[in-house]
């Protein structure tokens, strides 16, 4: 019986190089990447953006945005947020700054996963002061930082030793979790889901974030 050549395609492709990522093969990635590009098989923004994921140099990344914007190919936030991720491994704050310019540049805002790895990147390079300008600039901006943003932000503080400054986000922090926590107590409590909310507030009081509950909103304040 005669076997049956499959012709590469972009498909291929792309699960050809999702399961070098998923074996953290980088190098294999970037060989399949000349190999389709040798034969004239042009990558799409999915192809390029699981490379930069599995990317470890920096220099490797800026090189594939490089042959991205040759190709025509624009950067998704996937795509920006591999990178951020790869140039924060790599200490390479500059180039993290540099992303969040073109990021901005072309008119896409920056999610909560470039700005972590960003202010990350600026912790490792100890530049502090970048990090707390680029925590507050999400803020800004309109962009909720997560635990994630916090805790570069506040080890970037830690490593500049700026102990004071690093307290006053905690406890900031402290606070969002506070308000999330009654959040969701309040919306069970409003469906009436007793035992999630009973959850919840024995979460929050095993972490010391629950706030004593305010009265009922028809119970009278004593005179």
Same mark, same amino acid.
């Given at each position: 019986?005669?076997?049956?050549? $499959?012709?590469?395609?972009?498909?291929?492709?792309?699960?050809?190089?999702?399961?070098? $990522?998923?074996?953290?093969?980088?190098?294999?990635?970037?060989?399949?990447?000349?190999?389709?590009?040798?034969?004239?098989?042009?990558?799409?923004?999915?192809?390029?953006?699981? $490379? $930069?994921?599995?990317?470890?140099?920096?220099?490797?990344?800026?090189?594939?945005?490089?042959?991205?914007?040759?190709?025509?190919?624009?950067?998704?936030?996937?795509?920006?947020?591999?990178?951020?991720?790869?140039?924060?491994?790599?200490?390479?704050?500059?180039?993290?700054?540099?992303?969040?310019?073109?990021?901005?540049?072309?008119?896409?805002?920056?999610?909560?996963?470039?700005?972590?790895?960003?202010?990350?990147?600026?912790?490792?390079?100890?530049?502090?002061?970048?990090?707390?300008?680029?925590?507050?600039?999400?803020?800004?901006?309109?962009?909720?930082?997560?635990?994630?943003?916090?805790?570069?932000?506040?080890?970037?503080?830690?490593?500049?030793?700026?102990?004071?400054?690093?307290?006053?986000?905690?406890?900031?922090?402290?606070?969002?979790?506070?308000?999330?926590?009654?959040?969701?107590?309040?919306?069970?409590?409003?469906?009436?889901?007793?035992?999630?909310?009973?959850?919840?507030?024995?979460?929050?009081?095993?972490?010391?974030?629950?706030?004593?509950?305010?009265?009922?909103?028809?119970?009278?304040?004593?005179?």
């Amino acid at each position: 019986m005669r076997s049956v050549q $499959v012709e590469p395609n972009l498909v291929t492709l792309n699960a050809a190089v999702s399961s070098c $990522v998923s074996e953290g093969q980088w190098r294999g990635c970037l060989e399949l990447l000349r190999e389709a590009r040798s034969s004239l098989q042009i990558p799409d923004v999915i192809t390029y953006s699981s $490379v $930069v994921s599995a990317c470890e140099g920096w220099e490797s990344v800026l090189a594939l945005f490089r042959e991205m914007n040759q190709l025509g190919l624009l950067p998704n936030m996937v795509t920006y947020g591999a990178a951020a991720r790869a140039l924060e491994n790599a200490c390479a704050w500059e180039w993290a700054l540099q992303l969040l310019a073109e990021l901005w540049g072309a008119l896409l805002a920056p999610n909560c996963v470039v700005y972590a790895s960003a202010i990350s990147a600026c912790g490792r390079g100890l530049r502090w002061e970048h990090s707390l300008f680029l925590f507050r600039e999400m803020i800004s901006r309109v962009v909720d930082p997560d635990t994630v943003s916090y805790n570069a932000c506040i080890s970037a503080l830690d490593q500049g030793l700026q102990w004071e400054k690093a307290l006053a986000l905690l406890s900031e922090m402290q606070l969002q979790a506070q308000e999330a926590f009654s959040m969701a107590v309040a919306v069970c409590r409003e469906a009436q889901d007793w035992r999630q909310a009973t959850q919840l507030q024995q979460q929050a009081m095993r972490r010391g974030l629950w706030k004593s509950d305010p009265p009922p909103r028809n119970q009278k304040l004593p005179q």
